[in-house]
């Protein structure tokens, strides 16, 4: 079964600045797909960003970027120029890319995210 | 429609009654997917659907849970008896091959078992 860790419960960044966001995941697929899901205060899971197992090139979205390990097995996000907007719970989950019937979502336990003004 | 919908937005419910949620999940998108999210907790996977394939039900906690999925595309879950443990919220996802395995979430359900 796959897992996915994030050892870091709570960060916090300055405003402006730019903060990482740890995630490890443990699989024997060779194909999947890795997330970052923001959930703010509201409760709405937001999708951040996206990579593909395959593309070694690593997502990036607009402030937002990953850093992909696959070797490693690491998903890190980094947010550039943090904004107060960003704050917010932050989810990295794992999906297969196998079209097996086992394709649900497998969660990290999140990272709280504060901005300091 | 634009997003997955999910109602009621919130629900209080006396131990012991059942409830029922609905989730109806972005047009097309062949998958819906159930999780719970207790206070401060992470998601909890509660049942996947796919297409026609049989449903995952690996998540469901209990025998008092279940789910169903009409037509392909709105989806109810139902919870018997409900203990003051099953207060949380309940969120509902989506996805499609054509999303290339993203999965869009709706507002959820909170639930309170009083």
């Known amino acids: 079964a796959q897992t996915v860790t994030q050892s870091q419960p709570e960060m916090s960044v300055q405003e402006a600045e730019t903060v990482t966001l740890s995630c490890t995941y443990d699989?024997?697929?060779?194909?999947?797909?890795l997330f970052w899901y923001k959930q703010p205060p509201s409760r709405q899971m937001i999708l951040v960003i996206r990579q593909e197992a395959y593309k070694q090139q690593n997502a990036t979205e607009n402030r937002f970027s990953v850093n992909f390990q696959k070797a490693a097995k690491s998903f890190s996000l980094k947010i550039s120029d943090s904004q107060l907007g960003d704050a917010a719970m932050y989810f990295c989950?794992?999906?297969?890319?196998?079209?097996?019937?086992?394709?649900?979502?497998?969660f990290g336990t999140g990272t709280r995210l504060t901005i300091i003004p | 429609g634009a997003g997955v919908s999910q109602s009621p937005s919130n629900k209080v419910t006396e131990k012991g009654k059942d409830v029922e949620l609905r989730c109806d999940p972005i047009s097309g998108h062949t998958a819906l997917y159930w999780y719970r999210q207790s206070l401060g907790q992470g998601l909890e996977f509660l049942i996947y659907?796919?297409?026609?394939?049989?449903?995952?039900k690996s998540g469901l906690p209990s025998d008092r849970f279940s789910a169903e999925r009409t037509g392909g595309s709105v989806s109810t879950l139902t919870i018997q008896r409900t203990q003051q443990e099953d207060s949380a919220v309940y969120l509902c996802a989506s996805s499609s091959s054509g999303t290339g395995g993203s999965a869009f979430f709706g507002q959820g359900t909170r639930l309170t078992v009083v």
């Open positions: 699989t024997s697929e060779s194909d999947y797909y």
């Open positions: 989950a794992y999906r297969s890319a196998f079209l097996t019937g086992n394709e649900k979502l497998t």
């Open positions: 659907f796919q297409g026609n394939s049989a449903p995952d």
